[in-house]
Nanobody, 123 residues
Framework: QVQLVESGGGLVQAGGSLRLSCAASGHTFTSYILGWFRQAPGKERDLVAA????????YYADSVKGRFTISRDNAKITVFLQMNSLKPEDTAVYYC????????????????WGQGTQVTVSS
């Protein structure tokens, strides 16, 4: 049974930092991409960052470049999203997801999803 378990969300003031974690299990994810999406109320679910487990390649949305960093734990299939210089517009539910196909910007192509974790940035 595939599981993606997120943790690390919460409430932070603008300019602060949070670190999200996503632990993946129940599947051989070697050739997969693990990513973080976010969805604010009334808005689309957008890809924030992605990490290619086979190559170490990374993707970042323009809105988070230079502020967010995606990384992995080499011993486990765990992906982190370090979020610095947070802004109120970063407020959303953040979802961990996994896929082995693209296009990665199309959230319908992502096969597995976590339950989501709320990130709230106050001004």
């Amino acid at each position: 049974q595939v599981q993606l378990v997120e943790s690390g969300g919460g409430l932070v003031q603008a300019g602060g930092s949070l670190r999200l974690s996503c632990a993946a299990s129940g599947h051989t994810f070697t050739s997969y991409i693990l990513g973080w999406f976010r969805q604010a109320p009334g808005k689309e679910r957008d890809l924030v960052a992605a990490f290619w487990l086979s190559s170490g390649g990374e993707y970042y949305a323009d809105s988070v470049k230079g502020r967010f960093t995606i990384s992995r734990d080499n011993a486990k299939i765990t992906v982190f999203l370090q979020m610095n210089s947070l802004k109120p517009e970063d407020t959303a539910v953040y979802y961990c997801a996994a896929t082995n196909r693209g296009p990665i910007l199309d959230h319908t192509q992502w096969a597995y999803w976590g339950q989501g974790t709320q990130v709230t940035v106050s001004s």
